[in-house]
């Protein structure tokens, strides 16, 4: 019996820390696809990429300040920024407002949103270069800027469930698979 329990923790230890159950309506990718390099700018309009985000795991949300179901999740964004954001996790709210990072700034302060940072997308490409069908759409992103599901429409971020699928990626330092023999098993 103590060898089953021996074969067991080293089975765990092999394959990483388990992952939580993916948020309703949260769609898996079968396997982890590349992200287009998407440009923007954040709110001092100096250019920045997916890229720049780099090593960590990234919740991109894209959004619009006229979108009602965006502006009801955007507090949750915020919560979930305060709660799991650092060096290994964080939030980008892409706004595809066509006016710019002032107007994100004042929605920003009217809703008292206080830890996500300004990223404007004014041209409207980001949308067409993931393939968006709707307002809001939110990507997890590996920490190699790979695709690991999408949600399209809002949802609560910083519900108990979602923080701990969100905690179960971050703790996979390797991004979506932590070992080799987990690249056939899917998220």
Known sequence: MRWLALTLVAVVAAVGPALADPPQNFVRRETPAPVPEL??????????????????????????????????????????????????????????DRGGAEIVRNFYTDISIQHLGVHVDSSGKAGFALAIAGLPTTLLIDRHGQELGRLVGPAEWDAPDIVAFLKSIIARKEGYLSSPQQKDQPL
């Open 39 to 96: 440009q923007f700018a954040d709110g001092e309009g100096k250019p920045r990429t997916l890229g720049d985000f780099r090593g960590k795991v990234v919740l991109l949300n894209v959004w619009a300040t006229w979108c009602l179901s965006c502006r009801k999740e955007m507090p949750t964004l915020d919560r979930l920024q305060a709660a799991l954001g650092g060096p290994d996790f964080e939030v980008v709210a892409l706004s595809v």
